[in-house]
Nanobody
């Protein structure tokens, strides 16, 4: 499966962005979908994940209450709605797919990755 992330940009603190991950190739219902981010000089970190049919979601503590992950298997899209953005949310955000436990935070467990989309939050 090939993944393409989009929707990043520059936003002021407190604003919102909606990231999309469009898949092509095989059906995404086979995979848990996840979002990760990497800020300059930092390691890639888990943001959110959603189970194959969307019944279970998992969020990093930093994302809880502000971000919402969703998916539409028919359209082969996963999205990350980000509200109340803060400057420390600034990072390159990447989507990933894998046969993993939705509670697994480890990026190496995800097999497929899209290119990142840059989110910049100004103060």
């Amino acid at each position: 499966v090939q993944l393409q992330a989009s929707g990043g940009g520059l936003v002021q603190a407190g604003g919102s962005l909606r990231l999309s991950c469009a898949a092509s190739g095989s059906a995404i219902s086979t995979y848990v979908m996840g979002w990760f981010r990497q800020a300059p000089g930092k390691e890639r970190e888990f943001v959110a994940a959603i189970s194959r049919y969307g019944s279970i979601t998992n969020y990093a503590d930093s994302a809880k209450g502000r971000f919402t992950i969703s998916r539409d298997n028919a359209k082969k899209i996963a999205t990350l709605q980000m509200n109340s953005l803060r400057p420390d949310d600034t990072a390159v955000y990447s989507c990933a797919a894998g046969i993993v436990d939705v509670g697994d935070y480890r990026p190496e467990k995800y097999r497929y990755w899209g290119q990142g989309t840059l989110v910049t939050v100004s103060s």
